[in-house]
């Protein structure tokens, strides 16, 4: 398994140099939308190409989906199913701010529950690349070059002492019980949300705190999605010591019911991550 995750991820980072170069001549948006209803940009369409052709041309990779195709692709062989969100946050391409590619790594047909997960990654593209694996409950920072990993942060770990917060949906659309708990965490953290999930979980990886994009008026599954998004980033935040839920157990634990389903995303400190689920009970 391990030579086999270590392709996925070694494939993921060859291939985001390629993204990144291709992202300047593609910031418009096509006539498509993704199976969510978003409106697809072309970069989208082209990450989404790039990396299912590569990650299914390794043999142990049986399938491949993604946030911007309705079903899966199924390879000849393979072991791993593998679930991508080829440009988390792509809507910050037109604002030039951070966006992410996310992987997740499933030993079960897609859709799946995350605890088939056996390994996930996120990759930012900020001022510089970087990636964020885990595997084996270990995350580990590298910085991206030439298509290359290099390790800075093994064993990553979300720091005790958490600076920093960001919710995403409209205040007026949040629960009575989630703006309680919001006023409460302002008076102590602050704000930092910049509008792709990626970018905002990588604070809080960096600087400790809370991530959520939580139920909504009007869309009680919030707006992220448990097989692309959900799922590989509670992977990764457990794995460095912290928590994720859905309001009320691990994201890792919900269901998996259908391939796009959506899912409140609360995650960061376990201290936090304890407060907001008390917060909603
Ligand atoms: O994939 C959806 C996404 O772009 C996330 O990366 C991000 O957290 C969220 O949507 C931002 O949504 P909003 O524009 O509602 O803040």
Known sequence: ????????????????????????????????????????????????????????????????????????TESDGGTYHVACDPLDGSSNLRSNNAMGTIVGVYDEPLPASGRSLVASAFVLFGPITTMVTAREETATESVIEDGQRRAVTEDLRIPEDPTVYGFGGRVPDWSAAFTEFARDIEQTLKLRYGGAMIGDVNQVLTYGGLFAYPALDGAPDGKLRLQFEGNPIAFIVEAAGGRSSDGSRSLLDVPADGLHQRVPVHLGNETLVDRLEAALA
């Open 1 to 72: 398994m391990a030579d086999a995750i270590t392709a996925v991820f070694d494939t993921v980072a060859a291939t985001a140099p390629d993204i990144r170069a291709g992202l300047s001549g593609r910031r418009s948006y096509g006539d498509t939308e993704n199976p969510s209803g978003e409106r697809q940009l072309a970069a989208d369409e082209y990450a989404d190409e790039l990396l299912e052709r590569r990650l299914l041309a390794l043999d142990s990779v049986a399938s491949y989906a993604s946030e911007e195709r309705a079903g899966v």
